[in-house]
């Protein structure tokens, strides 16, 4: 059986497909029209997964879309029933989209979807909705490598849940709890996100970023003030404080009275308050997804937890909850936000609509393949691509390929890395990053500042051999999506100074905190990836030649795009990207590109292209 | 236009909200109106929710 999975008309478009329960291909739209967050139909995303699976759509069985357009409908006519006459702009501008765009969505998506098919036919009798949670909760569940599993979704909104349990067993996955809106830890970390200055939908991480900078002096405001907070994790938020529901903005006056002034205008400096609130505001997240796991795991008795829906990309909160020991593993989708949520309606097609058998993951980690799941390139056609660009190259076999880019990480250059199938989800992961080598103190704020482009506050990821990693993290399960964060050993961190101690806020950054400062927080957690050699070999190996020359199994890894720009798809994408900021080294396939044998007349001023995030 | 309102009669049964049917009647005749009105427009949203 084949199924297409579309998610779209929000945000992260994305289309993947599901041959047989498995995962063959899955893709966001923003890889290929070079749109940040793309919302629009995932057209691109679905060519390549039907050219992946060398068929059209008269060969697929089932397209299902990840969410009930009318159920969402229904939701934002009581939501201003219930408000009027307050938000009466609101509904004015929200109506005329809904009256010409989204209630003709399966009119418009049956349009775009006919060129796509030999026969131009039954692409109406195909189409399948699921809900927006199901959707989340299929992609939690269906690929982890539990047969039983407690399964969260927890994320801004879909149709009505904000949060969802639902139990899955087998083929199985049957509901047992929702929140509904406009109640949401996913909204509430978005009203801080806009509050504190940063873009709602894409500044989160950031939040979560400068957490660790601040004092959670407002949790107890936010936890008294805005919301109730249950034992068992239910809550619900005094929309006196918030204006997401009907209004144009996400908090409202009342929350301004709150915590002492209007929100932080974007990109101004950052202050202490802004550090104090982010870290209060992810406390309270924290607490809320310990009392909701604890309640779980006391509730059901299963001892397997998985995880979907954007506050699950929270890996600070992901991190605790593993470590508060309640659920024995832990297993979060690696496409958690709504892109992933293409998949998870294709599962729910496949295992609950169709009532076909899931597929074994058969010793595998999981059944993500690594979530390397999007386009690659052969050899030839890379270095097709990269003459054609005007690039400059050296093609290496593959020991020589690896000893040449460890010379450049040794010699602290930032390395592109562009190998194999593009990842499915936010986080480049081996196959579409910047690498560099985290012993050098230097290293952080260098990517941010000379090839990111971004605000110096944020940490970067380390990518570590998973047979080491207890080495080097407080950490003893795998972490391949890097969506678990987990302290540095005490072995490897270096006492603060009493001078050092002292120093606050962002100044804290450029005191070096381990043996792999550049990959080390403030607080001495890291974002951990760990690299199997089952699902991305080259990349184990390049890690193993950088450890079997420094003695060092962990490289830095950051996505491989500047602010704002989506992580490059092609190997065009790369070399310009290479060209546009001050990378020195990239590596694409076996070829190697050194920047200062790079015709000049081809950098490209690249920092203000992207709108920023 | 006619399978929009097959979708909304079918919708409302499934959810049994019929009381739903003259609200969004008068809501397509007056969102129809604001259409021809002016164009959409979502720029404004900080975050839509829809």
Same mark, same amino acid.
């Given at each position: 059986m084949r199924v297409l999975g579309i998610s779209a008309f929000y945000h992260d478009s994305a289309a993947a497909l599901l041959v047989d329960g498995k995962p063959v291909a899955a893709a966001q739209e923003e890889r290929f029209t070079?749109?940040?967050?793309?919302?629009?139909?995932?057209?691109?995303?679905?060519?390549?997964?039907?050219?992946?699976?060398?068929?059209?759509?008269?060969?697929? =069985?089932?397209?299902?879309?990840?969410?009930?357009?009318?159920?969402?409908?229904?939701?934002?006519?009581?939501?201003?029933?219930?408000?009027?006459?307050?938000?009466? @702009?609101?509904?004015?501008?929200?109506?005329?989209?809904?009256?010409?765009?989204?209630?003709?969505?399966?009119?418009?998506? +049956?349009?775009?979807?006919?060129?796509?098919? @030999?026969?131009?036919?039954?692409?109406?009798?195909?189409?399948?909705?699921?809900?927006?949670?199901?959707?989340?909760?299929?992609?939690?569940?269906?690929?982890?490598?539990?047969?039983?599993?407690?399964?969260?979704? $927890? =994320?801004?909104?879909?149709?009505?849940?904000?949060?969802?349990?639902?139990?899955?067993?087998?083929?199985? $996955?049957?509901?047992?709890?929702?929140?509904?809106?406009?109640?949401?830890?996913?909204?509430?970390?978005?009203?801080?996100?806009?509050?504190?200055?940063?873009?709602?939908?894409?500044?989160?991480?950031? %939040?979560?970023?400068?957490?660790?900078?601040? %004092?959670?002096?407002?949790?107890?405001?936010?936890?008294?003030?805005?919301?109730?907070?249950?034992? =068992?994790?239910?809550?619900?938020?005094?929309?006196?404080?918030?204006?997401?529901?009907?209004?144009?903005?996400?908090?409202?006056?009342?929350? =301004?009275?709150?915590?002492?002034?209007?929100?932080?205008?974007?990109?101004?400096?950052?202050?202490?308050?802004?550090?104090?609130?982010?870290?209060? +505001?992810?406390?309270?997240?924290?607490?809320?997804?310990?009392?909701?796991? @604890?309640?779980?795991?006391?509730?059901?008795?299963?001892?397997?937890?998985?995880?979907?829906?954007? +506050?699950?990309?929270?890996? %600070?909160?992901?991190?605790?909850?593993?470590?508060d020991g309640h659920f024995k593993r832990i297993w979060v989708q690696p496409a958690a936000g709504d892109a992933g949520g293409a998949l998870g309606a294709a599962y729910a097609a496949h295992s609950i609509h169709a009532k076909k058998p899931r597929v074994a993951t058969n010793g595998a980690l999981d059944g993500m393949h690594g979530a390397y799941l999007g386009p690659a390139y052969t050899q030839a056609d890379i270095e097709q691509r990269l003459k054609k660009a005007g690039a400059k190259f050296k093609t290496y076999d593959d020991a020589g390929l690896l000893e040449r880019t460890v010379d450049a990480l040794e010699a602290g250059h930032a390395v592109g890395w562009f190998q194999g199938r593009m990842e499915f989800g936010p986080r480049a992961l081996g196959a579409r990053s910047i690498l560099g080598d985290p012993r050098n103190p230097e290293m952080q704020r260098n990517l941010n500042l000379k090839i990111k482009y971004r605000e110096s506050f944020r940490p970067f990821a380390p990518s570590v051999l998973a047979e080491d990693v207890s080495n080097y993290f407080d950490l003893d399960s795998e972490s391949p999506y890097m969506l678990l964060v987990a302290d540095v050993v005490e072995g490897r961190r270096r006492s603060m100074t009493e001078d050092e101690t002292k120093l606050f806020g962002i100044d804290k950054l450029n005191v070096p905190r381990s043996d792999i400062p550049a990959v080390t927080h403030v607080d001495y957690s890291a974002r951990v990836q760990t690299v199997h050699k089952e699902t991305n070999p080259r990349y184990h190996a390049l890690i193993s030649a950088f450890k079997a020359r420094t003695g060092c199994p962990v490289v830095v890894n950051t996505s491989f795009n500047v602010r704002g720009e989506p992580i490059v798809g092609t190997p065009e994408d790369a070399f310009r990207c290479f060209m546009g900021c001050e990378m020195e080294t990239l590596v694409v396939g076996n070829c190697v590109l050194d920047k200062s044998e790079q015709d000049p007349s081809l950098r490209v001023d690249y920092k203000d292209k992207f709108e920023l995030d | 236009m006619l399978s929009l309102f097959k979708e909304l009669f079918a919708y409302m049964g499934a959810r049994k909200k019929w009381w739903l049917f003259p609200i969004i009647l008068v809501l397509l005749v007056v969102g129809g109106l604001l259409v021809l009105a002016q164009g959409s427009a979502i720029a404004p949203f900080i975050y839509t929710v829809f």
């Amino acid at each position: 059986m084949r199924v297409l999975g579309i998610s779209a008309f929000y945000h992260d478009s994305a289309a993947a497909l599901l041959v047989d329960g498995k995962p063959v291909a899955a893709a966001q739209e923003e890889r290929f029209t070079r749109k940040k967050h793309d919302p629009g139909f995932p057209e691109n995303a679905i060519r390549y997964c039907l050219d992946e699976g060398g068929i059209d759509l008269d060969d697929v =069985d089932h397209i299902a879309f990840f969410e009930k357009p009318l159920l969402k409908f229904e939701r934002l006519l009581e939501t201003y029933l219930a408000n009027a006459p307050a938000g009466y @702009r609101s509904f004015k501008m929200a109506l005329p989209v809904w009256i010409k765009e989204k209630l003709f969505q399966k009119v418009g998506m +049956v349009k775009s979807l006919t060129p796509l098919s @030999r026969s131009g036919k039954g692409i109406e009798e195909k189409l399948l909705f699921a809900e927006h949670h199901q959707s989340h909760a299929a992609s939690a569940f269906f690929p982890s490598p539990f047969e039983e599993a407690v399964v969260l979704t $927890l =994320d801004g909104v879909g149709e009505w849940a904000t949060t969802s349990v639902a139990i899955g067993r087998g083929s199985t $996955l049957e509901t047992v709890r929702e929140i509904h809106w406009p109640h949401s830890i996913g909204l509430l970390y978005s009203a801080f996100t806009y509050y504190t200055g940063f873009k709602v939908n894409s500044g989160e991480y950031k %939040v979560m970023g400068l957490a660790p900078y601040g %004092v959670p002096k407002y949790a107890d405001r936010i936890l008294n003030t805005l919301m109730d907070l249950k034992e =068992d994790g239910s809550f619900w938020l005094d929309q006196k404080y918030f204006n997401y529901a009907t209004g144009l903005t996400m908090t409202s006056r009342a929350f =301004d009275d709150v915590f002492g002034g209007p929100p932080r205008k974007s990109e101004t400096p950052l202050t202490q308050r802004e550090m104090d609130l982010a870290a209060s +505001v992810q406390a309270v997240t924290e607490e809320v997804m310990l009392r909701i796991t @604890r309640d779980l795991a006391k509730t059901y008795g299963i001892s397997n937890l998985c995880m979907a829906g954007g +506050v699950a990309l929270n890996c %600070v909160a992901n991190g605790k909850i593993l470590r508060d020991g309640h659920f024995k593993r832990i297993w979060v989708q690696p496409a958690a936000g709504d892109a992933g949520g293409a998949l998870g309606a294709a599962y729910a097609a496949h295992s609950i609509h169709a009532k076909k058998p899931r597929v074994a993951t058969n010793g595998a980690l999981d059944g993500m393949h690594g979530a390397y799941l999007g386009p690659a390139y052969t050899q030839a056609d890379i270095e097709q691509r990269l003459k054609k660009a005007g690039a400059k190259f050296k093609t290496y076999d593959d020991a020589g390929l690896l000893e040449r880019t460890v010379d450049a990480l040794e010699a602290g250059h930032a390395v592109g890395w562009f190998q194999g199938r593009m990842e499915f989800g936010p986080r480049a992961l081996g196959a579409r990053s910047i690498l560099g080598d985290p012993r050098n103190p230097e290293m952080q704020r260098n990517l941010n500042l000379k090839i990111k482009y971004r605000e110096s506050f944020r940490p970067f990821a380390p990518s570590v051999l998973a047979e080491d990693v207890s080495n080097y993290f407080d950490l003893d399960s795998e972490s391949p999506y890097m969506l678990l964060v987990a302290d540095v050993v005490e072995g490897r961190r270096r006492s603060m100074t009493e001078d050092e101690t002292k120093l606050f806020g962002i100044d804290k950054l450029n005191v070096p905190r381990s043996d792999i400062p550049a990959v080390t927080h403030v607080d001495y957690s890291a974002r951990v990836q760990t690299v199997h050699k089952e699902t991305n070999p080259r990349y184990h190996a390049l890690i193993s030649a950088f450890k079997a020359r420094t003695g060092c199994p962990v490289v830095v890894n950051t996505s491989f795009n500047v602010r704002g720009e989506p992580i490059v798809g092609t190997p065009e994408d790369a070399f310009r990207c290479f060209m546009g900021c001050e990378m020195e080294t990239l590596v694409v396939g076996n070829c190697v590109l050194d920047k200062s044998e790079q015709d000049p007349s081809l950098r490209v001023d690249y920092k203000d292209k992207f709108e920023l995030d | 236009m006619l399978s929009l309102f097959k979708e909304l009669f079918a919708y409302m049964g499934a959810r049994k909200k019929w009381w739903l049917f003259p609200i969004i009647l008068v809501l397509l005749v007056v969102g129809g109106l604001l259409v021809l009105a002016q164009g959409s427009a979502i720029a404004p949203f900080i975050y839509t929710v829809f």
